[in-house]
Every structure is written in structure tokens, then in C-alpha cells.
């Protein structure tokens, strides 16, 4: 029997690193979605020793060891809400090349993507679904912040969604 909560932690752009922050929030997560650019498969581990079930995929500067365990493109339905997720989606308004064909197939309700470490949560009318960009969680890059997503679905809806700040992007705990 399907459950009517399902707590999700959304991150993006780990580049080989990981901290007791991340652990922290991620562990009550029934599903934990990665936008790509792991790094390593070490995330891709830690993420695993968490419990939760793992919907990831690669970036572009992930190996060939991390290629081989995850996919480019990930379309999904839970609860009735339609997922697709890559790692380099663009924004709204400026989709990267591809992106705009893939939602026009297959209409999303939820478009996540990473690549560009700017955090942005957005209605997209040009889709008719939802833009999540959870920005960077790791410590390389321009952003100052390192960020995650938390959100849960709740009987088919998208609920009690909050950013989680990790840090200085800059500063290692």
C-alpha cells in the first residue's frame, strides 16, 4: 500500500563532498534525489549507507564509475506526480538544448535539474509544472551558500517544501 507521505531531500552538486550536515538532514528521508555532478562514487555511497531509497543522476563532471550507476535523464511517478530529472536543465526561460523538446513530450508536473549552483524553486507556465533547482551542496563553485532541499508529498501534492542552508560554501565544518 502506497504511503500518503513520502519526506524527499533534494541536492545537486556535491563535486566529491560531503559533511555531517548533510547526513543530519538527509536521514529521516524516505527518498533522496540527486541532480548530478557526485563527484565520486564516495557520495554515491553515503548517500546508500543512509537507508533511503536513491534517485540520481550524473553531471558533467562525473566519471565513468559514477556513470555506470546512475542515468543521464530520470522520469518517475509517485503519488500521481510526474518527476523528470537531469543534471544541466537551464532555467525557465533559457532551457539548455534538448530541454525544452523533453518537457514539451513529456510534461512533467516536477522538472529537477542542477549544473548552474543557483538555487531557484519556480512555476514554469511554458510546462505547466514546477522548476527545483537546489542550488550546490558542495564546497566548489561560485555560490556562497551550500544548499539543499527539503519537501515531502503529500496524497499527490507537493508540500512543506524549505531550503536547508549547510554553510559557507567556503567554510568546512
Request: hydrophobic residues 35%; aromatic residues 8%; neutral net charge.
Amino acid at each position: 500500500m502506497p504511503k500518503d507521505t513520502v519526506h524527499i531531500g533534494l541536492l545537486s552538486d556535491t563535486h566529491s563532498y560531503w559533511d555531517d550536515r548533510m547526513t543530519y538532514h538527509l536521514k529521516d528521508c524516505d527518498e533522496i534525489w540527486h541532480a548530478g555532478d557526485l563527484g565520486s562514487l564516495f557520495v554515491f555511497d553515503t548517500m546508500q549507507q543512509l537507508g533511503a531509497k536513491l534517485r540520481v543522476v550524473f553531471g558533467n563532471i562525473d566519471d565513468h564509475h559514477v556513470r555506470s550507476e546512475t542515468e543521464e535523464i530520470l522520469q518517475w511517478e509517485l503519488q500521481g506526480i510526474r518527476f523528470c530529472m537531469t543534471h544541466i536543465g537551464g532555467r525557465p526561460g533559457r532551457y539548455a538544448k534538448g530541454i525544452r523538446n523533453l518537457l514539451n513530450s513529456i510534461r512533467p508536473d516536477v522538472f529537477v535539474c542542477g549544473h548552474s549552483h543557483l538555487l531557484k524553486v519556480q512555476h514554469d507556465d511554458s510546462f505547466g509544472g514546477l522548476y527545483i533547482n537546489p542550488g550546490a551542496a558542495g564546497t566548489q563553485g561560485f555560490h556562497q551558500k551550500r544548499t539543499l532541499i527539503k519537501f515531502s508529498l503529500i496524497r499527490g501534492s507537493v508540500s512543506q517544501m524549505h531550503v536547508i542552508e549547510l554553510g559557507d560554501r567556503r567554510k568546512k565544518p
